[in-house]
Nanobody
Framework: VQLQASGGGLVQAGDSLRLSCAASRDTLRKYNMGWFRQAPGKEREFVAAISWTGGSTYYSDSVKGRFTISRDSAENTWYLQMNSLKPEDTAVYYC??????????????????WGQGTLVTVSS
């Protein structure tokens, strides 16, 4: 199983970016998905998650209201729309899939497959 994250880059505070996560296997259509991030010197932290149906979404308090997670099942791709970016959002962002029946997991060890990460840098 492969997950390919993309869309990172260097932006200024207040700008927007959309991250994508493409899955190589069609079976991932029925997996819950999540986005995590890891800043230098910090632990990987939960950002957002979405159920495999797309009907339920979950966000960390730090991004709620600014980020939106979504999925395009037809394209087997998931997205993280990031608006009003702040310097503290600077991190490597990872997508991950969760094969359990319960969505919204917030711990990295609850996810089974991971993408390689894409770097987001927000300058002040």
């Amino acid at each position: 199983v492969q997950l390919q994250a993309s869309g990172g880059g260097l932006v200024q505070a207040g700008d927007s970016l959309r991250l994508s996560c493409a899955a190589s296997r069609d079976t991932l259509r029925k997996y819950n998905m999540g986005w995590f991030r890891q800043a230098p010197g910090k632990e990987r932290e939960f950002v957002a998650a979405i159920s495999w149906t797309g009907g339920s979404t979950y966000y960390s308090d730090s991004v709620k209201g600014r980020f939106t997670i979504s999925r395009d099942s037809a394209e087997n791709t998931w997205y993280l729309q990031m608006n009003s970016l702040k310097p503290e959002d600077t991190a490597v962002y990872y997508c991950a899939s969760d094969t359990s029946v319960v969505a919204g997991h917030r711990w990295a060890n609850e996810y089974d497959y991971w993408g390689q990460g894409t770097l987001v840098t927000v300058s002040s």
